[in-house]
């Protein structure tokens, strides 16, 4: 059964979701064209809270969104898309350590698409409620 529908305004590129235990879940959502043209901000799960999924989308990824649109780079001064502490914010940390394999051919796949993939597979779970 779907939860009741409500009439709560969403942001830009925000969608809500029913999750699988009742209630609604927020996602934000990059177009497809701007992720073909490569920016930086990914699509995120926001919660079932919907205040802090409205804050978290007008106060950190839409304005790293438009920030990209507009110079096509993340603004110098805009926190950090992942919340410190989380996954996200772990692989982000990874990532980011000069340590981490960049130009090696051999471990460039691997080294680079583990932590894509236990966050989205994360995420699905989360979304279906298990």
Same mark, same amino acid.
């Given at each position: ?13 925000? #969608? @809500? *979701?029913?999750? *699988?235990? +009742? +209630? =609604? +879940? ?6 497809? =064209?701007?992720? *073909? ?9 926001? +919660? ?9 989308? #007008? *106060?950190?990824?839409l304005?790293a969104?438009?920030? =990209?649109?507009?110079?096509? #780079?993340?603004?110098?001064g805009?926190?950090?898309v ?9 692989f ?7 340590r981490?394999?960049?130009? @090696?051919?051999a ?8 932590p894509?993939?236990i ?6 779970? =989360?979304?279906?409620?298990a």
């Amino acid at each position: 059964m779907k939860p009741p529908r409500t009439a709560l305004l969403l942001p830009r590129y925000v #969608e @809500r *979701k029913p999750l *699988k235990g +009742g +209630g =609604w +879940g927020y996602l934000f959502h990059v177009p497809s =064209w701007a992720r *073909k043209a490569g920016c930086a901000v990914e699509n995120s799960p926001l +919660g079932a809270d919907y205040a802090a999924a409205v804050e978290r989308a #007008e *106060k950190i990824l839409l304005p790293a969104f438009d920030a =990209w649109r507009k110079r096509g #780079e993340a603004p110098a001064g805009s926190p950090a898309v992942a919340k410190p502490g989380t996954l996200d914010w772990m692989f982000a940390e990874y990532r980011a350590d000069r340590r981490f394999p960049l130009n @090696r051919s051999a471990t460039t796949r691997s080294a680079s698409s583990w932590p894509v993939a236990i966050s989205s597979r994360m995420a699905r779970a =989360w979304a279906s409620g298990a």
